[in-house]
């Protein structure tokens, strides 16, 4: 089990963060890194891409409200890309899908930062 | 060697498996309780959920209990559906570990015991400060 984090520059100042794989206690210290790079370079528009994940769990949970957490300090947001059902409903149930914009597809999390 | 499925989601199984609490063997606990979980006549999304709450139960375990090298786990079938009872030897979860948080707000963390109560039918804790915390949880079956 693990997951791959890819980070790319999209246009203007905004950052996607590609994630495959499962999201777990174990591996969820990669994805904090990762965004938490991102935030430290000045970067505060980010997209959060959850397509290719299989699973989460609260403690990758925990990474993205705290990621969200810290950018929303520099006036910044994070979007979501998730159509996956089953992690979905855990964004549901835990009320996150009022606190994260999460969409269907990259092109409308990337306009949602315009 | 297979028994048939009716046969099995019959009959009284149970699988024991103690893992390190260690958060690398996380995976293996939810995979082998989804394994379990797959004998039964669950949905697809039900096993998702009992995978998820096992998981969960884990890293509480791992998190919140001091002094716990082990974690047992331990899943009862029968024909009204599963139990999984979560155990650690530490010295007791800190109340923390264990109380339920919704985030209307964004916090991080207390969302694991939050998710294990919402996608199991029930959740019982019983806590021994020398002896370690159970958590006891059901899915059960839809018929």
Known sequence: MDIKVDVRESKGDMYVVDLNGEIDVYTSPKVKDAIGDLIDKGHYNLVINLEKVRYIDSTGLGVLIGGLKRVREHGGTVNLVCTNPQIKKIFDITGLVKIFGIYDDEDAAMQALV | ?143
């Open chain 2, 1 to 143: 060697m297979n028994q048939p499925a009716t046969q099995a989601q019959g009959s009284l199984g149970v699988v024991e498996l103690r893992i390190p609490s260690k958060a690398e063997w996380v995976a293996v606990a939810r995979l082998a309780v989804a394994a379990v979980a797959n004998r039964l006549n669950f949905s697809i999304e039900d096993i998702e959920d009992v995978k998820l709450a096992v998981a969960e139960a884990c890293t509480n375990c791992i998190q919140h209990a001091e002094g716990s090298a082990q974690i047992q786990i331990t899943c009862e079938t029968g024909p009204e559906g599963l139990t999984v009872r979560v155990s650690d030897f530490g010295h007791g979860t800190r109340p923390e570990g264990i109380r339920p948080r919704r985030t209307d707000e964004p916090t991080v963390g207390g969302l694991g015991v939050f998710l294990i109560r919402s996608l199991m039918d029930s959740v019982e804790y019983d806590v021994h400060p020398d002896r370690g915390t159970n958590l006891v949880m059901t899915k059960k079956v839809a018929h």
